[in-house]
């Protein structure tokens, strides 16, 4: 399969601090990667770097062989690659349905239309509301999203991204402060997309059991650089990952 | 609530047949055409969520406009219309201009920007005698059209109502709704894949055209325009109205017109009797530190909030009658 997103030698400096260091991945298409590591390894900034909210010290981002380094988050979304956020990232005083109608009228392409009533729009409010019950939230829709419980916002958060309907996925922690009741219903949108077949979704997950089963491949991050990339069989049997990250030398 | 809009927009419409008060319409007049101006604020601080400081600019430029082209050429409606064109291609172009600078500058470094950016207006108009007379302004004459109070009296009720619904329905258009957005949460609005400073420099145009309409209706309400049309008070007017009738609703922004305009003349008749009162620029700081404190949401913010509030315990209440 070709390779969809590449990065080389992809670093960044934050003062002395070198958070992401010569790091080079490829991802096919259609592919399903996590990345794993200790807090601190610098994954959300890989990830910040990948959408466009960073901008690398050194090295290039391919995205479909192009070169995308020097592209902003909106022009990245645009050509494909969605993310979620890690700290929840959302409209506060919207509503749900609001939240997610944005992502949808983004998607669709409808972005400076200013005569029209946006309920003229009613199939976006429709798509929105089924993107709401794809992650069950769709009993909140009326209210303000800065009255969701924290596990509700980040359903929200995922419900924005996959109504971006982009190639790629970028989840950060998708199931981070959920409770445990909620947990298993993410996993299953998650599965259910994966299914699909249509996404190449790039992970950072904290809970090694759940991704081991989903993902086609890991890639372990510590201290910025890139410790071991392979299948998750490969990472569970590699002994510097086990020393560094799963030998108990880091306490989670 | 439309049919309470309905009501009073047809007896503001009726009122000039059963009652004649000179005053009360030139109140009035003022009124519509600061709301008009306390509207395209809102569309900024309470739709976008900039805070210009220097909204008297395009008021200012407006109001001038017209003036100079009454004064130099003849006071006939040709000449009106060709003032109001002016208005809009000047306004538009320095409010895109200052749209612009949203891109570098953020928050408070922009609304100084726009306060130091007005305040170059004011020594433009100040300094450039030979057009704009100089501090002491200069009257001129205004279209025969314009001279019947009344019918500049429903001119401006009617470009009100007109700016309003204009308005509303930008507000909640595809694109007002990204605005609303971008107010809310820009890097995720961006994140989305809108170029948030498309919106913002829309928003700004927008603001800056009708605000330049308003001063046109200002200076042809007074036949009179001096430099005061470019100061600080006249964007702290706009921030007045539009923090205490309630940021983000366009009725709040009428609402808060009314309110400042009716107490302006007010205090000033009070002014007569008690010398106190002719330093009602205070009161106005007293009322705007109770405003922000206790109801942060202006008047219609906190009403519809409460209403709101009724509702959910009536429901409650159903709910709990149900399960008895």
Redesign the interface.
């Known amino acids: 399969m070709s390779t969809l997103i590449e990065t080389k030698d992809l670093s960044i400096t934050f003062g002395g601090h070198t958070a992401v260091d010569s790091v080079s991945v490829s991802v096919p298409e259609k592919h399903f990667k996590s990345i794993i590591g200790p807090n601190g390894a610098g994954k959300t900034t890989f990830f910040n770097l990948l959408s466009g909210q960073l901008m690398p010290t050194k090295g290039h981002i391919y995205f479909r062989g192009r070169d995308i380094t020097k592209l902003t988050s909106t022009n990245r979304t645009r050509a494909g690659i969605g993310r979620s956020f890690q700290i929840t990232n959302v409209f506060p005083n919207l509503t749900v349905l609001e939240n997610v109608r944005l992502a949808v009228q983004s998607q669709a392409g409808i972005r400076y239309q200013m005569l029209l009533h946006y309920k003229k729009y009613r199939q976006f409010e429709e798509k929105a509301l089924e993107w709401l019950k794809l992650v069950l939230l769709d009993d909140k829709k009326d209210s303000l999203a800065s009255n969701l419980a924290h596990g509700e916002k980040r359903k929200l958060e995922i419900a924005m991204l996959l109504a971006l309907e982009t190639e790629v996925l970028l989840l950060d922690e998708p199931t981070a402060g959920m409770s445990l009741e909620e947990v298993p219903a993410i996993l299953e949108v998650i599965k259910k997309i994966k299914e699909q077949g249509n996404r190449t979704i790039i992970l950072i997950e904290h809970k090694m059991d759940m991704i081991l089963d989903l993902s086609d491949s890991v890639m372990v991050l510590f201290n910025g650089r890139l410790l071991a990339d392979g299948t998750p069989e490969e990472i569970m049997k590699n002994e510097t990952v086990q020393s560094a990250y799963l030998g108990g030398q880091f306490d989670e | 609530m439309t049919a309470v809009i309905l009501i009073v927009a047809a007896f503001l419409v009726l009122l000039p047949f059963v009652y004649e008060s000179r005053n009360l319409f030139i109140l009035l007049t003022q009124i519509f055409v600061f709301s008009i101006f306390a509207m395209s604020y809102d569309l900024l601080l309470g739709f976008t969520g900039i805070v210009s400081f220097g909204h008297a600019m395009f008021f200012g430029i407006g109001a001038y406009s017209i003036g100079i082209f009454m004064k130099r050429f003849e006071p006939t409606l040709g000449y009106f219309l060709l003032a109001v064109l002016m208005t809009i291609a000047l306004t538009a172009i320095v409010s895109f201009v200052v749209g612009l600078l949203t891109l570098r500058l953020k928050s408070h470094f922009y609304a100084m920007l726009t306060l130091s950016l007005s305040g170059l207006f004011l020594v433009l108009a100040e300094k450039w005698r030979s057009m704009t007379y100089g501090n002491d302004g200069f009257t001129f004459r205004v279209p025969e059209q314009f001279i019947d109070r009344t019918h500049f009296y429903w001119l401006c009720l009617f470009l009100m109502v007109a700016v309003f619904l204009l308005l509303k ?2 507000t ?7 605005m ?2 971008i107010r ?2 820009e ?10 400073l ?1 919106y913002k420099i ?1 928003a700004s145009v927008v603001s800056g055209v009708l605000a330049g309409i308003a001063g046109v209706l200002y200076a042809v309400s007074l036949r009179f325009v001096n430099t005061s049309v470019f100061t600080m008070d006249i964007t702290l007017d706009a921030l007045l109205m539009t923090i205490i009738g309630g940021v983000g609703t366009l009725v709040g922004a009428i609402i808060g017109a009314g309110i400042i305009e009716f107490a302006h003349d007010w205090l000033t008749a009070l002014a007569k009797e008690h010398a106190i009162f002719e330093r009602w620029i205070i009161f106005f700081g007293i009322i705007y530190i109770l405003v922000v404190m206790f109801f942060p949401k202006g008047i219609v913010g906190t009403l519809s909030s409460l209403s709101w509030k009724k509702k959910k315990q009536h429901a409650v209440k159903k709910e709990e009658k149900m399960a008895g």
């Open positions: 329905r930008f909640n258009s595809p694109l007002g709704r990204v609303q957005a809310e949460n890097q995720r609005t961006e994140s989305l894949g809108y170029h948030v498309h829309t």
